[in-house]
């Protein structure tokens, strides 16, 4: 079972930025689909962005399209959410994700990842 560690939540104000970032641990890091999910308080956990293995592909939910970029560095076993013009209301707790399976097809179903991570909070304040 791979081991997710999520870094690089804090506070910060509307308009501001962050970088999460977060390390999977195994060699098989390259060959996955990585997503980004995030759950705020009393509300259901929600799909960000997902990255294919090389980062040729990305997705990205409604809310956050041209705000949040979604990386990878293979070498470094580590996936990147750059969010940019954050909004109060994208306070949550974020999670990274792997892809239960070797797969190139777009998803933003929770149900097709099935190993997460801790989760970091974020906080924007208006």
């Not at 997503?35 to 980062?55: D, L």
Request: aromatic residues 12%; proline residues 2%; hydrophobic residues 35%.
């Amino acid at each position: 079972q791979v081991q997710l560690v999520e870094s690089g939540g804090g506070v910060v104000q509307a308009g501001g930025s962050l970088r999460l970032s977060c390390e999977a641990s195994g060699r098989t890091f390259s060959i996955y689909t990585m997503g980004w999910f995030r759950q705020a308080p009393g509300k259901e956990r929600e799909f960000v962005a997902a990255i294919n293995w090389s980062g040729g592909r990305t997705y990205y939910a409604d809310s956050v399209k041209g705000r949040f970029t979604i990386s990878r560095d293979n070498a470094k076993n580590t996936v990147y959410l750059q969010m940019n013009s954050l909004k109060p209301e994208d306070t949550a707790i974020y999670y990274c994700a792997r892809r239960r399976i070797v797969s190139d097809a777009p998803t933003a179903t929770e149900g097709d990842f099935d190993s997460w991570g801790q989760g970091t909070q974020v906080t924007v304040s208006s």
